[in-house]
């Protein structure tokens, strides 16, 4: 009975030190900063790895008073470009971390 003790003892280390991995990995992911782009570098977009915008860039030369809508459409698209950065930066950080665990919700 004891040796049960034991391995479950040793499990909710490993597991506690996996917590603080992970709490690690999330915080390195929030101070990245992810740039996307749209219309060949036209337009870019800085992000954090929490999906804070903290910059848009946009070239004089894409500015076209007459053509709004195309402008519009750069910026959503590099703003898109930075979300799906960060969505594969985090999926491959915190994959890591559940790789050969089933947990269910994981």
Known sequence: MMRGMGN????????????????KA??????QKIEGTAGGGMVTVLMNGNKEVLEV???EEVVDPEDIEMLQDLVLAATNDALKKIDELTNNTMGQFTKGLNIPGF
């Open 57 to 59: 860039n946009i070239k």
């Open 26 to 31: 999330q915080e390195e992911l929030a101070d």
């Open 8 to 23: 479950m003892q040793k499990m909710m280390k490993q597991m506690q030190k996996m917590q603080k991995d992970m709490q």
